[in-house]
């Protein structure tokens, strides 16, 4: 049972990332799902959740109108779709499941000239 992150890497400003969180062993359909992310000099920030099902409750505004959270069922995976990124998006990125108690590893997101 673990959770695994994908899709990181480096782009200039303005580009766009899709990350993945990809469950095994259980149906990541039946929970919700934390981002976060730990930027250099900064504790933890939530980036946003999805909650079961396709609701999206929540979004931090630093990134509201550029992320967006979905999940894709078929591949028991929750994406975080991210446009427009700015340098102070640096950081590395985790999905989180609460009600399971599990943290990827994460994936870092460099966003630079």
């Known amino acids: 049972v673990q959770i695994v992150e994908s899709g990181g890497g480096w782009v200039e400003p303005g580009g766009s990332l899709r990350l993945s969180c990809t469950a095994s062993g259980f149906n990541l359909t039946n929970y919700g799902v934390n981002w976060y992310r730990h930027g250099t000099g900064e504790g933890r920030e939530l980036v946003g959740f999805?909650?079961?099902?396709?609701?999206?409750?929540y979004y931090a505004e630093s990134v509201k109108g550029r992320f967006a959270i979905s999940r894709d069922n078929a591949k028991n995976m929750v994406i975080l779709q991210m446009n427009n990124l700015k340098p102070e998006d640096t950081a590395p990125y985790y999905c989180?499941?609460?009600?399971?108690?599990?943290w990827g590893q994460g994936t870092q997101v460099t966003v630079a000239s």
């Open positions: 999805i909650i079961i099902g396709e609701d999206t409750l």
């Open positions: 989180n499941v609460p009600l399971r108690d599990l």
